[in-house]
């Protein structure tokens, strides 16, 4: 069975692509837009220029900017906002929201002072019973390629497996391809710590290195996330899926990521505020840097890409110094240290 009317909190482009494709299937969608200006922009011209220009909004995506009328008789809400608004939005949501619709959220990041996946926010927010209606939605899927419906592949997390199966039949069409994952740790943190990674291909991108720099970042980076991951109580073969190592590679590899463009600015020789300002949409991995940094500190997990990220965006060191850091390192074994947080795999407290 599958709901009729759908809230999305959000307008920017993610929120815009997915409520596009929910259309499409024939859903109503309320859209919330905190700016009355664009809410009316989108109202009148059907297309949200600032955030996904080209792409038309059908007349069955209402757009609001009070979030109760998006959601109050939503059968099911899908959460679009960045990372760091995630809690706050839950919440000026949650007094209007059905006790029963499914909450989807498809945020990427962690939460940068209480480091909080976005999941364990929500049971702090909306009640740790309320978890079997929180289905993470993550994957290789940039809006602009969503909203021309080229074909597209993503996953749909969830400790509920009915709730997992009811986002998959919610978003499921030709283009739009859903798996479902029970590993919402996993999901999340993949989804959240590859814009770290891709920050970083982008840096290599300005610098002007080639192929082999980037494909060295990705997998590196790609060790350092499963290490994390592992020691976070993650399914390690989630990293080789769609949330894992399919978003890695699309968003260090594509023209459209806001992630991969910041680094290139810096790359180029732009500060980070100069780099924010060129791409004017989320960069999450900025924040999500910090909160990983943390993550590896708090819990003994080597994270040498993260470590660099983290002295180029707010040490001040530059990013030749970091590459030059990160190739002369100790020499390592590939896969010890991924085999040592295996092996400690049940003993995370987090
Ligand atoms: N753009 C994409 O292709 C994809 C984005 N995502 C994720 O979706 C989330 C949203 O990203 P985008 O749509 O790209 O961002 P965006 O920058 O295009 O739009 C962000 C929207 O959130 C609003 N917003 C910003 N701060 C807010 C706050 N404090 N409270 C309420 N609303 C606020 C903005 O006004 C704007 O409407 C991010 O976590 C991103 O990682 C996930 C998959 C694909
Ligand atoms: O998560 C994304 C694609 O899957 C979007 O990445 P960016 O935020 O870097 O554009």
Known sequence: MVSKIIGVAGAGSWA????????????????????????KE?????????YLPGVIVPPAVEVTVHIEEAVREADAVVFAVPSHAFREVLQSALPHLSGTGLIINAAKGIEEDSLR???????????????????????????????????????????????????????????????TNPDVAGVELGGALKNVIALGTGIADGLGFG??????????????????????????????GL???????????????????????????????EALAEVGMVVEGVRTTRAARRLSELYGVNM???????????????????????????????????????????????
Not at 124 to 130: F, K, L, S
Request: charge should be positive.
């Open 16 to 39: 815009t692509a997915l409520s596009v494709l929910l259309a499409h299937k024939g859903y109503t969608v309320r859209m919330w837009s905190r700016h009355a200006a664009l809410a």
């Open 42 to 50: 989108i109202t009148i011209t059907r297309e949200n220029i600032r």
């Open 117 to 179: 996946r976005l999941s364990q926010a929500f049971a702090e927010v909306a009640g740790p019973q309320a978890l079997e209606r929180y289905v993470a939605l993550s994957g290789p899927s940039h809006a602009e390629e969503v909203g021309r419906q080229v074909p597209t592949a993503v996953v749909a997390a969830s400790s509920s497996i009915k709730s997992a199966e009811y986002a998959q039949d919610l978003f499921m069409c030709d283009n739009f391809r859903v798996y």
């Open 211 to 240: 192929d082999n720099t980037k494909a060295a970042l990705m997998t590196r980076g790609l060790a350092e996330i499963t290490r994390l991951g592992i020691t976070l109580g993650a399914n390690p073969l989630t990293f080789g």
């Open 243 to 273: 949330a894992g190592v399919g978003d890695l590679i699309v968003t260090c590899t594509s023209m459209h990521s806001r992630n991969r463009r910041a680094g290139m600015a810096i790359g180029r020789g732009k500060s980070l505020e």
């Open 304 to 350: 040498p890409i993260t470590e660099q990220m983290h002295e180029v965006l707010f040490e001040g060191f530059s990013p030749e110094t970091a590459v030059n850091k990160l190739m002369t390192r100790g020499k390592k074994h590939e896969t010890e240290e991924v085999a040592l947080a295996a092996a400690a795999l049940g003993k995370s407290q987090f």
